[in-house]
């Protein structure tokens, strides 16, 4: 059974006009023909999102493609079918699990995923794979929401930037209402291998991957 990589980008790369090491990153954990998909449901198809995607991807992918948020089923079947890559940009996470899953396309993920497809993702495209997340609505606040589930445990990005991310994630992993997890500052990255973690980006931070436990508290993966 081929081997799962999945890698969770705290905020930056190509979408974001900036670190663009973590788009290099990404590549590393792509098969040799480096045919890389893009998904940008979270942010409603922002073409100039997509724009940077490609302008950050062309340099290294022999191939870029896109998936619409217009597409179905079978439609994102015949596409991650030929991918070694499939990156999810960022926006509203709960939008994009609830399409995902609303039109099977969360199924096509986890097949791909399964069968050795590398996914990556930033923001709402890093929290999207874990059980639960952390996000801010722009009305609401800092809320919960539930993921696709494809790898244990919970995530929040932009932690050194919204420090309240990593105190509110606290208090909800202490008290049971959220799965230990993962806070990832902005230019930093976690790469998990069969659900594990198997690099964090920077090997020496800041920026910083934090690991939060109930009983343990936080550890710095990178310190």
């Keep these: ?54 302008d950050g991807f062309r340099p290294f992918a022999g191939t870029l493609s896109q998936l619409s948020s217009q597409a179905d089923q079978d439609q994102a079947r015949i596409w991650a079918e030929g991918l070694d890559l499939i ?5 509203n996470p709960t939008l994009l699990v609830d399409h995902w899953k609303l039109t099977g396309i969360g199924t096509v993920l986890v097949d791909a995923f399964r069968r050795g497809v590398t996914l990556a993702g ?30 244990k445990g919970s995530m929040t990005p932009h932690s050194q930037i919204e420090p309240d991310r990593r105190a509110r994630m606290h208090g909800l992993v202490a008290g ?19 659900g594990e973690p198997a690099r964090s980006y920077p ?8 690991r939060i436990r109930r009983r343990k508290g936080e550890t710095a993966l990178n310190a």
Excluded at 87 to 91: L, Q, R, S
Excluded at 125 to 146: I, K, N, P, V, Y
Aim: charged share 20%.
């Design 1 to 54: 059974m081929p081997s799962t990589t999945l890698i969770a980008i705290g905020g930056g790369g190509a979408t974001h006009a900036s670190h663009p090491e973590l788009d290099r990153l990404c590549i590393e954990y792509t098969a040799s023909r480096r045919r890389v998909g893009y998904i940008g449901t979270a942010s409603g198809d922002d073409v100039e999102r997509h724009r940077r995607f490609c």
């Design 203 to 210: 090997s020496e931070g800041p920026p910083f991957v934090h």
């Design 122 to 151: 930033v923001s709402a495209g890093a929290m999207c794979w874990f059980e639960s997340f952390l996000w801010r609505s722009r009305d609401d606040g800092l809320q919960t929401g539930e993921g696709l589930g494809i790898v």
């Design 176 to 194: 049971g209402a959220m799965p230990e997890g993962y806070a990832v500052d902005d230019g930093a990255a976690l790469v998990l291998r069969e």
């Design 87 to 91: 990156y999810v940009g960022g926006g």
